[in-house]
T-cell receptor, first 112, second 116 residues
Framework: DTGVSQDPRHKITKRGQNVTFRCDPI?????LYWYRQTLGQGPEFLTY????????KSRLLSDRFSAERPKGSFSTLEIQRTEQGDSAMYLC??????????FGQGTRLTVV | AQSVTQLDSQVPVFEEAPVELRCNYS??????LFWYVQYPNQGLQLLLK??????LVKGINGFEAEFNKSQTSFHLRKPSVHISDTAEYFC??????????????FGKGTLLTVNP
């Protein structure tokens, strides 16, 4: 396994700009999760894909957030019109239908 | 819905001392239980998991945890810590309700600091 890969690792953006993050799960992992972690807190669930279908979205995922997994492989998370409150670490995890999930290194977003 | 409480936000210990990081959970359904470790500016690494069977589970780096259903606890222990164990530790649960979404609910974390 090459592990879950996230890109970029760090992103600094101005308030109001759009940003997009990418996650490449472990090969053959059909389940993919996005989490958000703010400073001093544990990660919080954002959304879940099984293959290409987005099966659950948290109430944390406002209308400015959208996630896709077009071919059931990599996934993207887009934030439109970023706000300072969006500053956080965005974590992607994948699993092969088993309860344990494997996390990527995360993308740290700073909105200035 | 599930919730996780990590009772200590920070635990300082000396090298080679034993340590216990406490975790309690609440859930209306059966759950799977996990401990993850996070080093600065890194993602989360799975330390150990309880899915079923023996309530004492062993993980990587010499860590172990015991599931206590009556007390809804899953405390993490290590008999002798090293400087390299300094990190943030997260307890997490996911629902065991027959669905396919094993989304994790995390505690707020415990910062373990091992001093020489």
């Amino acid at each position: 396994d090459t592990g879950v890969s996230q890109d970029p690792r760090h992103k600094i953006t101005k308030r109001g700009q759009n940003v997009t993050f990418r996650c490449d799960p472990i090969s053959e992992h059909n389940r993919l999760y996005w989490y958000r972690q703010t400073l001093g807190q544990g990660p919080e669930f954002l959304t879940y894909f099984q293959n290409e279908a987005q099966l659950e979205k948290s109430r944390l995922l406002s209308d400015r957030f959208s996630a896709e997994r077009p071919k059931g492989s990599f996934s993207t998370l887009e934030i439109q019109r970023t706000e300072q409150g969006d500053s956080a670490m965005y974590l992607c995890a994948s699993s092969r239908g088993l309860p344990e999930a494997f996390f990527g290194q995360g993308t740290r977003l700073t909105v200035v | 819905a599930q919730s996780v409480t990590q009772l200590d936000s920070q635990v300082p210990v000396f090298e080679e001392a034993p340590v216990e990081l406490r975790c309690n959970y609440s859930s209306s359904v059966s759950v799977y239980l996990f401990w993850y470790v996070q080093y600065p500016n890194q993602g989360l690494q799975l330390l150990l998991k309880y899915l079923s069977g023996s309530t004492l589970v062993k993980g990587i780096n010499g860590f172990e945890a015991e599931f206590n259903k009556s007390q809804t606890s899953f405390h993490l222990r290590k008999p002798s810590v090293h400087i390299s164990d300094t990190a943030e530790y997260f307890c997490a649960v996911s629902p065991n309700s027959g669905g396919s979404n094993y989304k994790l609910t995390f505690g707020k974390g415990t910062l373990l600091t091992v001093n020489p």
